[in-house]
């Protein structure tokens, strides 16, 4: 019989498979394909943990090593349930619970942080929050803005270039840039980010044991070389160790600190909206009865040294406010006679 089942799932996968459809949709019946107590393994289960695209002789040998280490391991789940007892099984059923909580809880708690992403971390917001804390994110070193220009020593229109480049005409600004992308020259513009100077300096043919900060103090166009090559040097913009760090070098890290601070915030109020509207709406429903409410008062009698304890109802309106208190118990003094 388990031959002819091999012989007709081994089919049905050639078939579904050279189809291009499931092997259920190619006609193969949900039927159970192996038993451990009262739990079963269907052909739909099975086969979903089979890759597709396997030759049909490939995909039922590994349809069958599947059935039996499913068959193997519910055994042992079986049979680790009915040695450890039902106290363990229970401890380890609430683990699950618990484990299956945060996974979904966290999934939840994204889904949602995703939906108000946009508000929560809107420009304005962010531009705001730094506003108001730029002397918390000081520049640790000194940026700036810039271009550079290589170019060959053989290229003779280096003086026009030179000039082009320091033009403060707009035409003539785009002529520069014209005449270095028609000659292939290394550019490396720098004027719409801010990069360390240390990066900058990195394009440049300088010496490690000499300082280049002189550069920072003007605008103007400088002139370095190398065996090989000229370079024409600008730096526009510069901010100094110890500055105010510019919103487009810190706004992530800026984004960061506004949503590990509000999440736990907006969680919580998502989670106090889905439990007030469900308390409203009557998916939830608190059944717990209260019993009426107690307090025991000792009374003090001497009755051969016992000590008798009396349940007073206590009023309705003093039931609302009432703390419990522990109650004072005082033994009645003992006679001369008694202590000898």
Known sequence: MRKFFAISLCVGLGVAMLSGCSPLEGGLRDKVVAKVGKKKLRTSEAIANIPTGLPAED?????????????????????????????????????????RYSLLGYRLDQKYLDMKVDTLLSDSVVTAYWEQHKADFALDRTVVKGR????????????????????????????????CEKNNFETHFFEEEWVDF???????????????????????????????????????????????????????????????????????????SLYNASLTEGRVQLLLEKEEEKIIIPEEIESEGAIEVEVVELPAEVKADSVAVEPEIIESESSEEDKE
């Open 59 to 99: 995909s039922l040998r590994m349809l069958e090593d599947y059935i039996e280490q499913w068959a193997r391991r519910e055994l042992k789940l079986q049979e680790a349930e009915r040695v450890i007892g039902n106290s363990a099984v229970a401890e380890v059923n609430r683990m699950v619970e618990e484990y």
């Open 148 to 179: 550079i220009v290589r170019i060959p020593n053989s290229y003779r229109q280096a003086v026009k270039l030179l000039s082009l480049m320091r033009s403060p005409s707009e035409d003539r600004q785009k002529d520069f840039i014209s005449t």
């Open 198 to 272: 240390s990066e900058f300096l990195s394009y440049l043919p300088v010496r490690r044991d000499r300082s280049y900060d002189y550069m920072l103090d003007s605008k103007e166009v400088r002139e370095m070389a190398d065996a090989d090559n000229h370079y024409f040097v600008q730096i526009t913009d510069c901010l100094r160790a110890g500055s105010d760090a510019p919103f487009d070098r810190v706004g992530d890290a800026v984004r960061r600190i506004i949503f590990n601070r509000r999440r736990n915030q907006v969680i919580k109020e998502y989670e106090d």
